[in-house]
């Protein structure tokens, strides 16, 4: 099987492409740099710098390479820089996705596995969050990708083109053989935050608000391992390429930690008492935000591997610190 990934050379596009190489299939990655290296880009995989938006590129590559699947993750993915610049989330995000998906229902290629988010929810004060939960996104950047999972829907109407829709809760960790990892330095990731805070590359580390609905004040999140989140790509591959019907499932552990659980497990890990401070709320930030995936598990055979917040820690800490030694750079 050839697959296109497009955003292939950023952090989570590059983590398919290994376990889709490692399960011996094709790969073609499609990335237009802003955010992603080639240092990150498995030497198997043919590359291609250019954005999704450029159908003329997209065609050749079709007309190039026989392309069965199109895994799309390409995309801006950060909340506070959405409520800065909404412009670029809709047109980045939404717009582009408009172009390729509607490019795609008059293609020969007729399965698509997007990329979305727990963004796109509402918030919910307590429980785990269903795929049936409303959504009512409450920053650009989960309106946009709500928007995307519209269009997608809508586009496929009346086509031959099936969707598989993965919403995700919060990515974190690194390749366990340590061949790819979070590359952006401009990322705002917690635990990413963190860790510079040990390696000395942050002075401190800025905690959000403290006054939230929660047990100690901080918002609380669902950390899922890169590679199960990228597990449940390959199910949703297969299920469409199988024949399967169009689905949306969530993407998470189903286990909430707090924004100062997560800053007390990285010291420990890292035996770095590093300093923090805290500030105000941020817009866009909700709360809580904990995933129901039993829809995955049950009707996919999903089953996670590394569920367990210090390995995602300590994969994420050994990344950052070979990043160090060989000098990546997005």
């Not at 412009?87 to 795609?104: A, G, I, P, Q, R």
């Not at 409450?138 to 829709?165: H, V």
């Not at 590679?227 to 199910?235: A, E, N, T």
């Amino acid at each position: 099987m050839k697959v296109l990934i497009t955003g292939g050379a950023g952090y989570i596009g590059s983590h398919m492409a290994l376990e889709l190489l490692d399960q011996g299939n094709d790969v073609v990655i499609l990335d237009n740099l802003t955010s992603g290296s080639k240092k990150i880009v498995p030497s198997n995989a043919t590359f291609i710098e250019g954005d999704i938006s450029n159908l003329n590129l997209v065609q050749s590559i079709f007309d190039d390479h026989d392309i069965e699947a199109v895994t799309h993750f390409a995309g801006s993915v950060k909340v506070e820089d959405s409520v800065k610049n909404p412009f670029k989330y809709y047109e980045n995000n939404s717009f582009k996705t408009l172009k390729f998906v509607d490019f795609l229902t008059k293609s020969n290629v007729k399965k698509l596995i997007f990329s979305s988010t727990a963004a796109v929810y509402e918030e919910k004060k307590s429980g785990l969050i269903s795929e049936s939960h409303t959504c009512n996104p409450s920053n650009p950047y989960g309106q946009s990708k709500l928007m995307c999972e519209n269009i997608i829907r809508d586009l496929c109407k009346g086509t031959n083109l099936k969707f598989f829709i993965l919403r995700y809760f919060n990515v974190a960790g690194a390749d366990i053989q340590l061949r790819s990892g979070q590359i952006d330095e401009n990322s705002n990731h917690l635990i990413k935050a963190c860790i510079d805070c040990v390696l000395e590359k942050r002075k401190l580390i800025e905690i959000y608000g403290l006054d939230y609905d929660t047990d100690d004040g901080s918002c609380v999140r669902d950390f899922i391992h890169v590679s199960d989140l990228i597990s449940g790509h390959l199910l949703a591959v297969e299920h469409l390429v199988k024949g399967g019907d169009s689905d949306i499932c969530n993407l998470g552990y189903g286990k909430g930690l707090s924004v100062l659980e997560i800053v007390d497990k990285v010291k420990k890990i890292s035996k770095i008492n590093f300093t923090t401070k805290i500030v105000g709320r941020r817009s866009g930030d909700a709360s809580r935000v904990v995933a129901d995936s039993n829809k995955m598990m049950t009707k996919y055979n999903w089953k996670p591997k590394l569920d367990d917040i210090d390995t995602i820690i300590l994969t994420a800490l050994n990344w950052e610190k070979q990043k160090l030694k060989k000098n990546y750079e997005a």
